[in-house]
T-cell receptor, first 114, second 111 residues
Framework: QQQVKQSPQSLIVQKGGIPIINCAYE??????FPWYQQFPGKGPALLIA?????SEKKEGRFTISFNKSAKQFSLHIMDSQPGDSATYFC?????????????FGTGTRLQVFP | DAGITQSPRHKVTETGTPVTLRCHQT?????MYWYRQDPGHGLRLIHY???????DKGEVSDGYSVSRSKTEDFLLTLESATSSQTSVYFC??????????FGDGTRLSIL
């Protein structure tokens, strides 16, 4: 039972572009939204996370924007680089806490060409 | 890295055989998780543990069992492997109120 819907499935941009990945959720009990980055052969690594009491959070070139009324959150990568090529997952914990069971989106494969 | 070791990293086995995957942590974290990753499904939680001998089911627990007899080890067992259990399995750990950190996975093929 998918409760976090992620799009697009894949994304190709040129270096310097701003890829945007979107996630929509249904369960209003979700209270913490992490994004994970995964390189081939590696496990997912926490990239950035947001709580719905803020509308935007930036960490370096990565920004999460949050729209509580639309139940959507998005990842923007500013000035994208070939090293950003990876698969990105959004997630939400069922009970709203970091340690709760995470529900993942289906992932977005990003390719950044020089 | 978060001090998580998964073993084996790769395994090929036959349908009907038992398989045990091991997750070992050196962080002394309370919470441990097993996920499977399949194309088109993202990561799905199989089982998790919130302490020694305390475990609970995730969203895809059928056909899997777990055990945690020590804080540092969390074992995932497929009692009788089926081809539908071919997947990449990830272990994750977390401390209280902290994000989950993942190991590098075990690629399991069941023929």
């Amino acid at each position: 039972q998918q409760q976090v819907k992620q799009s697009p499935q894949s994304l190709i941009v040129q270096k310097g572009g701003i890829p945007i990945i979107n996630c929509a959720y249904e369960n209003t009990a979700f209270d913490y939204f992490p994004w994970y980055q995964q390189f081939p052969g590696k496990g997912p690594a926490l990239l950035i996370a947001i709580r719905p009491d803020v509308s935007e959070k930036k960490e370096g070139r990565f920004t999460i924007s949050f729209n509580k009324s639309a139940k959507q959150f998005s990842l923007h990568i500013m000035d994208s680089q070939p090293g950003d090529s990876a698969t990105y997952f959004c997630a939400a914990p069922r009970g709203g806490y970091n340690t709760d069971k995470l529900i993942f989106g289906t992932g977005t494969r990003l390719q950044v060409f020089p | 890295d978060a001090g998580i070791t998964q073993s084996p990293r790769h395994k090929v086995t036959e349908t009907g055989t038992p398989v045990t995957l091991r997750c070992h942590q050196t962080e002394n974290h309370r919470y441990m998780y097993w996920y499977r990753q399949d194309p088109g499904h993202g990561l799905r939680l199989i089982h998790y543990s919130y302490g020694v001998k305390d475990t609970d089911k995730g969203e895809v627990s059928d056909g899997y069992s777990v055990s945690r007899s020590k804080t540092e080890d969390f074992l995932l067992t497929l009692e009788s492997a089926t081809s539908s259990q071919t997947s990449v399995y990830f272990c994750a750990i977390s401390a209280s109120n902290q994000p989950q950190h993942f190991g590098d996975g075990t690629r399991l093929s069941i023929l």
